[in-house]
């Protein structure tokens, strides 16, 4: 199944992974110790366009663990999300942290902030304050370390803007990292200044750090997969507040946005929606080839995870045309082309609820088994 690439703009946090399944780094690890330029090969490109959790997988990946991109996203609830619409909502909801899924898949976690105050107005690469720079040096001396030992890390945007990014390698005499984003080094591996990642907000402490260590525990794959089946079911039904309106109800205010063409969320026009609309096409892939992997697994409910499944991606395929419709015009569609979106998306919710609804006939199906055999 072929993965939705595109650009754009999210607020996200840090992570830098550490620690290897097995235990033993890789020989490039191990052979450039004491070097001042480690790049680390063979980590692989990121499979589907979302900012929290793919990098986690990207290098979970390469430190031996078998999760595919879709598995992932299923078990993080980010295949399953939808919320705003607006510039943030890939990150501004979502079911768990990224921190929660390192632990969920046994992994001892240790976060890093950066802190500080940042000058928006100031200039790159490494503006800003010079406690905050010192705080950054000091966060990239962690991440090199883990490098030499042959663990790629996370660092945000340090190859695209605001999105969890994977760095895989340094060179301390250019200044440098190199590595992987949603949108960058797809192909070869991206490069930038190592001090890059102080334009990102400060908002919360950052931009931030996460260490992964040592696998201390079982990951408890039915336990996840049922909790995950179940958050789906919630979020589509969750009723929110205004900004960050969720599941059906998200879809319902963005479908008359463009319906009606009245104000949105205090301002006039159409939804800041280009971002998500990037996002989502992606994420509803993974979603149902998530349902495929599961149909397998729990055989008293495979038809109905395999009807939500053909959904998810019924629903992906309207979400990308409204992509790339919405691509054409900024803030002021014409006449056929607001009504064109409308009808894409409504499309869209309506394989969405579809498919939510054979989910939860699914869990059902599932929990009426283990029931009926005491589980």
Request: charged share 25%.
């Amino acid at each position: 199944m072929g993965w939705i690439r595109t650009s754009g703009f999210v607020l996200a946090l840090a992570c830098i992974i550490s620690g290897r399944t097995s235990g033993e780094p890789p020989a490039q690890g191990k052979e450039a110790a004491a070097g001042s330029r480690v790049v680390l090969e063979g980590v692989d490109r990121y499979q589907v366009v979302e900012p929290l959790f793919e990098g986690v997988r990207v290098i979970l990946s390469y430190r031996g663990e078998s999760y595919s991109p879709a598995y992932v996203q299923g078990i993080s609830g980010a295949a399953f999300r939808i919320a705003g619409p607006c510039p943030c909502a890939p990150t501004s909801s979502s079911a768990m942290s990224p921190v929660e899924l390192v632990e969920l898949f046994g992994y001892k976690a240790e976060h890093l902030s950066v802190g500080g105050a940042y000058d928006a107005g100031a200039s790159l690469p490494g503006s800003g304050d010079v406690k905050r720079q010192a705080r950054m040096r000091g966060a990239l001396t962690r991440i090199k370390d883990e490098i030499r030992a042959g663990r790629p890390a996370l660092l945000v945007q340090a190859f695209t803007v605001w999105e969890y990014d994977v760095v895989c390698g340094f060179d301390e005499e250019k200044g440098e990292l190199y590595g992987r984003g949603s949108y960058a080094g797809v192909d070869d591996y991206a490069s930038a200044d190592e001090m890059r990642a102080l334009g990102a907000t400060a908002i919360g402490g950052g931009p931030y750090a996460l260490l992964i260590g040592e696998k201390t525990g079982d990951f408890d794959a039915r336990a996840a997969e049922l909790a995950a089946l179940r958050e789906a079911v919630a979020h589509a039904h969750q009723r929110s507040e205004k900004p960050l309106n969720r599941g059906l109800e998200c879809y319902d205010l963005w479908i008359n946005a463009y319906r009606y063409l009245g104000n949105f969320m205090g301002q006039e026009g159409v939804p800041d929606d280009r971002y998500p609309l990037s996002i989502l096409p992606s994420t509803r892939r993974a979603a149902s080839q998530f349902m495929e992997e599961l149909a397998e697994k729990y055989p008293q409910a495979k038809a109905n995870l395999q009807m939500a499944g053909n959904h998810f991606f019924e629903e992906a395929e309207a979400l990308t045309a409204a992509h790339y419709l919405r691509r054409a015009f900024e803030d002021k569609p014409s006449e056929d082309q607001r009504v064109q979106v409308a009808g894409f998306l409504t499309r869209a919710r309506a394989m969405y609820a579809l498919a939510i609804d054979e989910v939860g006939r699914a869990l059902s199906k599932i929990e009426a088994s283990e029931a009926d055999r005491g589980e």
